[in-house]
């Protein structure tokens, strides 16, 4: 007997004549369903504090997730609260398997803040479809002067879709 | 081809189960599912406005052929004005028509500094879903006063 599992195994084309299997229903319709019910997906839900200094990108410490997908795209949603030591631009950006997916100068998201403030930052980024198998999704960040800090409580959620 | 997503089945006791029917709906819904219909557009550079009333934000807009069902409109960028204490306000449009309230549309965004860029989020929901077929989707924006700039990802997926 084929136990169903969460496994996209494609659309099966069904051929006239053809003898309606256990192992078919399992695979197809079971499996799917659950597969559209409940996608490749990670989250982090109430991460904990990170800063930085740095003026060239570098890694958002925590914000990343790997998640391995069917050749299909993927939504990625970010919410946070940023703070600035000093007056300045701090800029994210998103990359995926390495490759940045925001624009070269405003990142993917970007705030300008005066001296001791905090600010909202959050987005919404579907990518263009990936190949099938596994996927890193991280945050990378700057800061123009001072220090930034991504303050306790920060979402970060990627889901095949 | 596009895909296709028929009305499920009502399927008869006693019915002889055919491959059309299968492929029909099973095999092309499940695949429609799977893999909705999405177009996402950004923009090429930094857009800006000095318009008092609500006019597209050049070139935001995307078309998307739907089946009838709800649809997830998104925009996420960053926007900012000329002068402090003006507002930058941003709405949703499908086929021309603003979703949000006439005079603040989905969100607005008063400056704190010159050129201070803050982050825009538009997240929209329809409650009623677009007829089946084709559809523009757009992001509409103006300025109280000064001149606002912005950079953006638009996105529109047929959910259900």
Known sequence: MTTPTATWNGARDWAAGETLTEPS?????SSNLLALKTPPQARTTAGTTTSTTSAVLVDIALVTHTITTTAAAAEVMFTGIIGVTVACSMITTLLI???NVGNATWGIATVVRAAASTDTLSYVFRSA???????TFKMQWLVTAGTATLQPGWNFYVVER | MPLTYYTPETWATNEIVKAPKLNRHLRDDMQYLKTPPFTSYTLPAII???STSFVEVTGATVTVTSSGGNMWIAACGESDNSATGNTNTFDLAIDGTRQGHATTGLTTIVACGIQYADNVNLIFFTTTPPSAGAHTYSVYWKVSAGTGRTFLR???IEIR
């Open chain 1, 97 to 99: 398997d390495g490759a």
């Open chain 1, 129 to 135: 479809v990936l190949t099938a198998g596994s996927h």
């Open chain 1, 25 to 29: 229903f399992d695979n197809y319709l």
């Open chain 2, 154 to 156: 638009l996105f529109a």
């Open chain 2, 48 to 50: 800006s406005t000095t």
